[in-house]
């Protein structure tokens, strides 16, 4: 079973800036996605960036030019940068790991345990 470990949650003031990091416990391909997941208080769960093959990028709309998704092949790793952070960013952030199909196994997605991000106004 594939583990995914995050880090770099907390509390922070609107305006400020946090770093998650997500660590793989497989080693990940080029052909895998990984991303970010957000979990807003009594909402569902939602894509908020993505990146597959350390060059495509996919991101929600309220997030652009605010957070930049970034891969580590080599680490097995995914980053989110997160800039000016802003209440509504407050959420649980899970960690997903889109494994592509290898040969005689088919695509199947991992998650983390999800770290808190807060922020206040």
């Known amino acids: 079973q594939v583990q995914l470990v995050e880090s770099g949650g907390g509390l922070v003031q609107a305006g400020g800036s946090l770093r998650l990091s997500c660590a793989a416990s497989?080693?990940?391909?080029?052909?895998?996605?990984m991303g970010w997941y957000r979990q807003a208080p009594g909402k569902q769960r939602e894509l908020v960036a993505s990146i597959t093959g350390g060059i495509r990028t996919n991101y929600v709309d309220d997030v652009k030019g605010r957070f930049t998704i970034s891969r580590d092949n080599a680490k097995n790793t995914v980053s989110l940068q997160i800039n000016s952070l802003k209440p509504e960013d407050t959420g649980v952030y899970y960690c997903?790991?889109?494994?592509?199909?290898?040969?005689?196994?088919?695509?199947?997605?991992?998650w983390g345990q999800g770290t808190q991000v807060t922020v206040s106004s």
């Open positions: 497989e080693t990940i391909f080029s052909t895998d996605t």
């Open positions: 997903h790991y889109r494994r592509s199909p290898r040969i005689g196994v088919p695509e199947y997605d991992f």
